[in-house]
């Protein structure tokens, strides 16, 4: 029986040590009514103003108990909103953390402080150092996200680990899996699998054959669209049968039971989770007739919606309602115990609530205090000054910002009359420092294991060095990770049997395995999610992406989830997946795309390496594979088949990220580019050179980070011009380079002519080479923009 060491709860004196059973029905059912409790008590405070916004999990509450009881140590959950009850369940949330996610709390949140909207769970799986804790004894949480069945993909990845755990038996023993033992369970709402990624999941599952216990919650409704609008024959689980597995073949498990049917819940669980275990067949666990008694969330009420029979079934089918109506007619309880164990769970809820709000309120009413006294000294001869003192004492439950910004405000007025308040100069300096600890922290790695940390070294070529081709450059590369890391594994489309369709796999399935470096289906969205997954494990990941026009079919889960995982946990989680894919200069719409401003803007948290050739992504990856960071590698896709020189040390030297390479010096203007534009501004600078015009050129190398040392601006400072060349639309990423150079760097003191760019036009690229001269940067085009920019500042330089 499991034990609930963090949910108080009665003594239940009246039973001997020989009513196991019935103890363990009364802990549940006092811990589904509490949770219940704490989800009225929710609704109760974000409609009166103590927090935002609220989804809360009531009519859940009974399957989630018989969830949590199927649940083993080693085990991982990937969930959404609503699990509240199972968190309780499984002892890894108090009532108290619980309230102070709702109240966003940045000291007492353990699972985001402060960062993430209440019900979303995590627990640690790194320490402070960023180095792995002992998953296969503990009861794992992956940090949850909001996105519309965005869980699905993780789910997968952590499901796909176990599996592979599973295969690895040569391993030693490691802190992450007992045999591939674990379950991954995911939990969603029925009208979510309505989402592309919950079939692109299934589908994944039932062919991989992943330990995968996905559990639907099935209210009927999609907050207010009803079933019948949203699932094929108003049942996921019929719907899904065509994916049941047969003798001989691969596919699910399919389980069903009424979300009020305490017994019959406890007894699919334990049956079906146990059978995933030991076959890895994944399986789905459609928990029908639930009901929401409290509506979606606080945002609007059902009773628009929902008919009076509805409402009125809901009342009479709610779960704890049946709950209790079982107990009593099996004899576990009696009306009596039913009333006293609601009685007491109303009243320790409302108890843990408030020890939550007395906790969050605590150090933002001792700084209203302490700024209320430096507001106390400031002359009340000023003008503004009294009524900036009066309002601020009119403020009834400030939250810490509010006090900044009249701190601010009073600091304005004080600054206008050439007053100097040290005092109060010293308050909003902490408190900036406090929000930047709180909320700008942990998007990147902070551990000495950070991808930046890692120290470069010099590739070897030398007179005798190999002139292989690029891919032959990324084959001996990936050979020696593959070979050095034997928790290195390489998947995605086509990367198994044929080595990828630029080669550079070619023949490392056959000399791994089938379960190192292997194919998968057509589904962009789920590789990245089992990329994620896997990382979270302690695995190591290369997951292709085939080429970067395809790289928006899986822009959620990176956006949604790898660039903000760190974040969003404060650092007790990390995937540090490497995201392989080819871009830039082809022909026709779908293969020489280059968004790249898309990728800057929406994937911070991810570091992104846009190298120029095979050498320098090799490098790159080696890098990668050394730190706990997450990355894109965007490889030159018509730099396969060039000649380059094979490193002498080609799995040892590495490139490092946020540095800037000069590639050739100069003294007229700066020009700033990456990729495949390096090879077209080499042949322009050559051109140029015959009307002795001297081009310092520089390969960003990575774009996030991006020029960490700022060297860019130390060229600035000799030839006075910048132009940045970028094969992304206009104002993509060379809007993103020269606001890092501009701004950021204050390059713009230094410059003598107005900064130009050079990018592609607003359109993708069409098939065949005069589209692709025509829509692309190229070298006649910086042939031109450098003369101009260069006749602008001296006319007479180009007479004859």
Same mark, same amino acid.
């Not at 790249?596 to 991810?606: A, E, K």
């Given at each position: 029986m499991i034990e609930f060491p963090n949910i108080a709860g009665p003594e239940f004196s009246n039973l001997t040590e020989d009513d196991n059973h019935a103890k363990e029905v009364l802990r549940d059912f006092w811990i589904a009514c509490i949770s219940r409790e704490a989800s009225i008590i929710a609704r109760k405070d974000v409609l009166t103003g103590k927090a935002k916004f609220g989804i809360v999990g009531d009519g859940k509450e009974v399957a989630q108990i018989a969830m949590a009881k199927a649940f083993q140590r080693g085990d991982f959950r990937s969930g959404y909103y609503r699990d509240q009850t199972f968190m309780f369940a499984m002892g890894l949330s108090t009532i108290e953390d619980y309230f102070a996610q709702l109240f966003a709390d940045p000291i007492n949140d353990p699972f985001s402080a402060g960062r993430q909207m209440n019900a979303h769970f995590a627990t640690p799986m790194v320490d402070a150092e960023g180095e792995w804790l002992t998953h296969k004894e503990m009861f794992n949480v992956s940090a949850d996200l909001s996105c519309t069945a965005g869980q699905m993909a993780r789910a997968l990845g952590l499901a796909m680990a176990s599996k592979k755990y599973r295969q690895l038996d040569q391993l030693p023993d490691n802190q992450f899996s007992e045999g591939g033992n674990e379950v991954s369970f995911v939990t969603i709402g029925d009208a979510s699998t309505s989402e592309g990624i919950f079939w692109e999941t299934m589908n994944a599952a039932a062919v991989e054959q992943v330990p995968l216990a996905v559990a639907v919650w099935d209210d009927g409704y999609g907050i207010s669209v009803p079933i019948a609008l949203q699932t094929t024959k108003q049942s996921i689980s019929k719907s899904l049968e065509g994916l049941l597995i047969e003798e001989g073949s691969n596919g699910i498990r399919i389980y069903t039971a009424s979300g009020w049917d305490y017994p019959s819940l406890c007894e699919m669980f334990e049956t079906g989770v146990a059978k995933i275990r030991k076959s890895h067949v994944p399986a789905l666990f459609h928990v029908r007739e639930v009901t929401q008694p409290q509506g979606h969330s606080t945002s609007g009420s059902h009773e628009r919606y929902k008919s009076k029979e509805r409402l009125n079934w809901e009342k009479e089918y709610d779960c704890i309602v049946k709950m209790a109506q079982w107990m009593i007619d099996v004899n576990i309880a009696d009306q009596q115990q039913i009333d006293k164990i609601k009685e007491e769970a109303k009243a320790y809820a409302k108890t843990c609530r408030d020890n939550a709000w007395a906790a969050f309120r605590k150090p933002i009413d001792e700084e209203y205090i302490i700024l209320g006294e430096i507001f106390d000294a400031c002359p009340g001869e000023i003008a503004n000054v009294q009524k900036l003192q009066s309002e601020y004492k009119s403020l009834l439950v400030p939250a810490l910002s509010e006090c900044l910004k009249m701190a601010r405000r009073m600091k304005f007025v004080m600054e206008q009359n050439h007053q100097d308040n040290k005092h109060l100069q010293g308050w909003i300096d902490r408190i900036n420092k406090l929000g930047d600890q709180r909320y700008h922290s942990n998007l990147h790695s902070e551990t000495p294991n950070a991808a930046i940390n890692i120290a470069p070294i010099q590739a070897v070529i030398n007179a005798d060095s190999v002139q292989s081709t690029g891919y032959q450059v990324l084959n001996a590369c990936f050979d020696k990770a593959l070979e050095r890391i034997p928790t290195l594994f390489a998947f995605g489309e086509d990367v198994g049997q044929i080595g990828d369709v630029n080669q550079g796999f070619a023949g490392l399935q056959d000399k791994y395995g089938k379960h190192r470096v292997y194919d998968a289906g057509i589904r962009e969205w789920s590789i990245v999610g089992q990329a994620i997954g896997m990382s979270m494990r302690g695995l190591r990941t290369i997951a292709e992406i085939q080429y970067l026009d395809y790289l928006?079919?899986?822009?959620?889960?990176?956006?949604?989830?790898?660039?903000?995982? =760190?974040?969003?946990?404060?650092?007790?989680?990390?995937?540090?997946?490497?995201?392989?894919? =080819?871009?830039?200069?082809?022909?026709?719409?779908?293969?020489?795309?280059?968004?790249?401003?898309?990728?800057?803007?929406?994937? =911070?948290?991810?570091?992104?390496?846009?190298? =120029?050739?095979?050498?320098?992504?090799?490098?790159?990856?080696?890098?990668?594979?050394?730190?706990?960071?997450?990355?894109?590698?965007?490889?030159?896709?018509?730099?396969y088949r060039l000649r380059e020189a094979m490193p002498e040390n080609i799995a040892e030297f590495r490139v490092p990220l946020g540095e800037v390479e000069l590639l050739r010096t100069g003294t007229d203007l700066t020009l700033v580019t990456y990729g495949s534009c390096v090879r077209v501004a080499e042949e322009a600078i050559t051109l140029l050179a015959e009307l002795d015009i001297s081009v310092e050129l520089i390969d960003a190398q990575t774009l996030l980070p991006f020029d960490m040392d700022q060297m860019i601006v130390e060229s600035i400072k000799k030839t006075n011009r910048l132009m940045v060349l970028d094969e992304d639309v206009p104002g993509g990423a060379s809007a993103y380079i020269l606001q890092s150079i501009l701004e950021g760097q204050q390059a713009y003191q230094y410059l003598d002519s107005a900064p130009v760019t050079i990018s592609a036009h607003a359109h993708r690229t069409p098939f065949g080479s005069d589209g692709d001269y025509f829509t692309k940067p190229q070298v006649e085009d910086i042939y031109e923009a450098v003369v101009k920019m260069i006749r602008e500042a001296d006319p007479q330089r180009f007479t004859r």
């Open positions: 928006p079919y899986a822009i959620s889960p990176l956006m949604d989830d790898l660039a903000t995982l =760190r974040y969003r946990s404060n650092g007790m989680q990390m995937a540090p997946a490497i995201i392989r894919t =080819r871009g830039h200069r082809l022909e026709g719409i779908w293969h020489a795309g280059s968004p790249i401003g898309m990728i800057i803007n929406s994937c =911070r948290g991810i570091y992104l390496c846009v190298p =120029r050739n095979m050498t320098q992504a090799a490098g790159m990856y080696n890098t990668l594979l050394e730190g706990d960071d997450p990355a894109i590698v965007i490889e030159c896709l018509n730099g």
